[in-house]
């Protein structure tokens, strides 16, 4: 089992009910944990585990919303509908309730639908490396990572930017994930969920997400000025070092020049972040 350590621009640690969960999403079987989908006659969805729960006029039809391993991958539409976090509608989800477990169908890029588990205590979102390999991100060397603690120690996982997560009408672009190769689920941690104000009505297994103004893809303010604050000091340090010392031998010229490279570089990368999520320019300072 594996637990977040950090990541940015969300830092705060999950809780340990968070790790205590994923384990025992972990170890169910995946056979025992298929999820099904009927519509009844006023045209809303339903979700089961239990089979026996559909109508029997209904049973054959019934549709798993996962396949054995819990993946299901499809073509997405040639023009996909783009829905944002920020709109002002309410949004309600469906979830299925396993050993005090939220799980729900999460839509990854348009082409896939993942079981996940619900955790706003977890930093980000997290899917299965088989799934990011599907849908062809980069998971090389050069592929930023973070470090994670596991039960065999800490490892360095790759984090990427999904270009978009949606839960039912619920939907964030540009969306901050961990990629872990000891899940065959996905979970879904703040940089989803924090874009919402949410609630849970556990009579009806559903969530209610409403657009959380006082965050911009799953960050507040804080976070953001203080992810670019980070980079820029950063950045700032190696500038001045070498301004400083004229007499540095060629190869350390050439480890901090790679150094400052490489900190342009996200602090691109994270200037385009904020500018698709529209984030003031008050929060990057």
């Known amino acids: 089992m594996w637990v977040l350590r950090h990541a940015l621009p969300r830092e705060r640690r ?25 519509v009844d006659a006023s045209g809303r969805e339903h979700f089961t585990q239990n089979l026996s729960q559909v109508p029997p006029e209904q049973r054959r039809d019934a549709q798993p919303a996962a396949t054995r391993d819990r ?14 976090a920020r709109s002002s509608r309410e949004h309600r989800v469906p979830f299925v309730s396993q ?21 706003s205590g977890a930093s980000v979102v997290v899917i299965p490396t088989g799934v990011a390999r599907s849908l062809g991100y980069d998971l090389g ?20 930017t999904l270009r978009s997560v949606q839960l039912g009408s619920a939907r964030v672009e540009n969306v901050s994930a961990v990629v872990s190769d000891s899940m065959n689920s996905g979970l879904i941690g703040g940089s989803f969920i924090n ?14 997400l409403k657009p959380n ?3 911009r893809s799953g960050a507040s303010r804080s976070q953001w000025s203080r992810s670019f604050r980070e980079v820029r000091g950063a950045l700032q340090n190696v500038d001045r070092y070498l301004t400083e010392n004229q007499l540095l031998d060629a190869a350390r010229v050439r480890e901090l020049e790679a150094r400052r490279s490489e900190l342009q570089n996200r602090l691109a990368e994270l200037e385009r972040a904020a500018n698709h999520a529209e984030v003031p320019q008050a929060w990057r300072e």
């Open 213 to 215: 103004d006082r965050v």
């Open 71 to 84: 993946i299901q991958i499809y073509d997405a539409p040639a023009a996909a509908k783009r829905r944002g």
């Open 99 to 119: 050993a005090s477990v939220m799980l729900v169908q999460a839509k990854i890029d348009d082409r896939i639908q993942l079981t996940s588990l619900v955790d």
């Open 14 to 38: 999950p809780s340990r009910a968070c790790a205590a969960l994923l384990g025992i999403l972990l170890c169910t079987p995946a056979a025992g944990a298929e999820i099904y989908r009927w």
């Open 141 to 160: 060397p050069g592929t930023r990572r973070i470090a994670m603690s596991t039960a065999n120690g800490t490892v360095m996982q790759p984090v990427i």
């Open 195 to 208: 874009n919402f104000v949410y609630q849970v009505d556990a009579a009806s297994q559903v969530i209610v």
